[in-house]
């Protein structure tokens, strides 16, 4: 993109979406059945269930629909939306998706620092996003607007989607956040609004629970669901998986993108603060690869004319950034455009992104949790410990074989946006460490088996060994030593118990000694210890030193 100075002409935003994607953990209760969904259904709260996308009657599907459908490949179909049969589901069954939707949402407002008029925007849909066997959740909210300034849609994708305040000002205003956030209803009413300014309540969140409070007007958007974990939420706690910023995706339609600076770019792929066009928003050095690490520009080309639709799509771990033209009805075209390609498959493309590295790092959570419950002294925590490695490692490979996709399309620009995607994420390094992790607490436990089963079969070989020299005398003649068939009954028992009682404790001694018996035995066996370490190595089998 060409630079232009600060007196130059300034693009204006003719349409502008933002999508918040924010990945959280569920932390199911002890007493918990059953997936969360079904107890958010049971809550009867402002959440419903979004059936599928296929009505009984075929015109009334849309065309969007049919195209997101089928720019994915099979395995990846199966597990958007299921897979059906003949009327009936097929061996892979329903979708291990769940999504649900509350419609009470109708805008949002936002304030700037400054006493200027708040932003109004559309809140297009509110949604959690459930997932059979992983304990993560995804809220997603997609809100829109348009004719604004470049600088006011920077200011949004800047500060919207900040969970709590990062600190304040000496003045006690929160920072990098808006002044104050309102979710209002259809009738224009105040739902719930921010309360940042409450420095108290943060500060005391922290303190009493080593936890962050969130922001009211999230926690209220996501209730039931609680993030104290000293509560019993009906449906379930939950807690944050990275930082504080969500993930966002971002579509912009400008009247003239070629009047977009480089650092325009920077600071909508970053998703930084709004700042002069000629001013980078991080040093010069640093940016100095920022096309080839973080811009996807098979179709952006400011020199073409006609038909040529230019399109720019940047990507960081922050944020997804699709910049296009306005004057282009193929790009503001919201059922088979450039839009409708944005809200729908490229929107599943950071879907399945993010769900990756949620459920990597859920895995990884409760790996740490784990380790942190074992107490080796324990008898009952190495119990434990073992039954939650192997239900981890259980999850781990169902989410290998269900979830983790390399490829997920065919379609050049959705393969190569999700490799992109998938590398700012660095979810196969993630992926390769968690299944290094796990492939050693794996082991631990084989390893752990064997030498048990070692220890057994010492026992057993040892107490084998004894129980010889006894068989030897008593069976040496191939007769009983002592007659006792004409005795009575009651002698026979008598007799019969007389004997069992001191074998039984000569056997269980056997088995308490076996390790020192052992030792014993390996000492004798040695021809190069003489006589008086031999004695020595037997008088140790009853010391109470521990060995």
């Not at 897979?83 to 061996?91: I, K, L």
């Not at 949620?358 to 073992?386: H, I, K, Q, W, Y």
């Not at 007799?495 to 000694?513: E, Q, R």
Request: charged fraction near 25%; proline fraction near 5%.
């Amino acid at each position: 993109m060409d630079e232009v100075g600060s007196g130059a002409a300034r693009p204006h935003v003719e349409a502008f979406r933002q999508i918040v994607v924010w990945p959280l953990q569920l932390m199911p209760n002890e007493g918990d059945r059953g997936p969360a969904w079904e107890r958010l259904l049971a809550a009867n709260g402002p959440w419903r269930e979004l059936q599928d996308d296929f009505p009984e009657d075929a015109s009334l599907y849309q065309e969007r629909h049919y195209r997101e459908f089928v720019a994915f490949l099979p395995h990846v179909r199966r597990f958007l939306y299921g897979e059906r049969a003949s009327g009936a589901r097929a061996v892979y069954g329903e979708s291990p998706m769940r999504i649900f939707r509350r419609d009470d949402v109708a805008r949002l407002r936002l304030f700037p620092e400054s006493e200027r008029t708040p932003y109004e925007l559309d809140v297009v849909h509110v949604d959690l996003y459930f997932f059979y066997d992983v304990d993560v959740v995804i809220l997603v909210v997609e809100i829109e607007g348009g004719d604004m300034a470049l600088s006011d849609a920077q200011e949004i994708v800047y500060r919207l989607g900040r969970a709590y305040p990062a600190g304040w000002d000496a003045l006690g205003a929160p920072l990098n956040c808006f002044r104050r956030v309102e979710w209002l209803g259809r009738d224009g009413d105040v739902l719930s609004a921010s309360d940042d300014r409450d420095r108290a309540r943060f500060m005391e969140a922290v303190c009493r629970r080593q936890a962050t409070a969130l922001s009211a007007h999230w926690q209220w958007l996501l209730a039931p669901l609680s993030i104290d974990p000293c509560e019993r939420p009906p449906v379930a706690a939950f807690r944050q998986l990275e930082f504080h910023r969500m993930p966002i995706m971002v579509y912009v339609a400008l009247d003239d993108p070629r009047l977009m600076t480089r650092a325009d770019a920077m600071r909508l792929a970053f998703a930084s603060s709004p700042g002069e066009p000629d001013d980078l928003p991080y040093g010069a050095e640093f940016l100095g690869d920022f096309e080839e690490k973080h811009c996807w520009d098979r179709f952006h080309d400011p020199a073409r004319r006609s038909a040529w639709t230019d399109t720019r799509l940047m990507c960081s771990r922050q944020a997804l950034v699709v910049v296009g033209d306005a004057r282009r009805p193929f790009f503001l075209d919201a059922e088979r455009g450039a839009l409708a390609q944005f809200r729908h498959q490229f929107f599943l493309v950071g879907l399945i992104a993010h769900f990756h590295r949620a459920s990597l790092l859920m895995l990884s959570d409760r790996l740490v949790s784990t380790m942190n419950r074992l107490d080796p002294t324990r008898r009952e925590s190495v119990g434990r410990f073992r039954h939650d490695i192997r239900a981890t490692l259980e999850v781990f490979l169902r989410f290998t074989h269900r979830y983790y996709f390399s490829e997920i399309s065919d379609q050049a620009p959705l393969r190569e946006v999700f490799d992109l995607w998938r590398a700012q994420l660095g979810t196969a390094r993630l992926y390769e460490e968690l299944r290094e992790e796990i492939s050693d607490m794996a082991g631990y436990l084989e390893t752990d088996l064997l030498r048990r089963q070692a220890v057994t079969i010492l026992q057993l070989t040892v107490v084998t060994l004894f129980s010889q020299i006894g068989m030897l005398a008593t069976g040496f003649l191939g007769m009983n030593i002592f007659g006792w068939a004409e005795a009575d009954v009651a002698t026979k028992v008598f007799i019969f118990f007389a004997a069992l009682i001191p074998s039984a404790g000569i056997t269980f001694y056997t088995v308490l000694k076996a390790r020192r018996l052992a030792f014993f035995l390996d000492a004798l066996a040695n021809e190069k210890l003489d006589w008086k370490a031999r004695w020595a190595s037997l008088r140790e089998i009853w010391s109470t030193k521990p060995l």
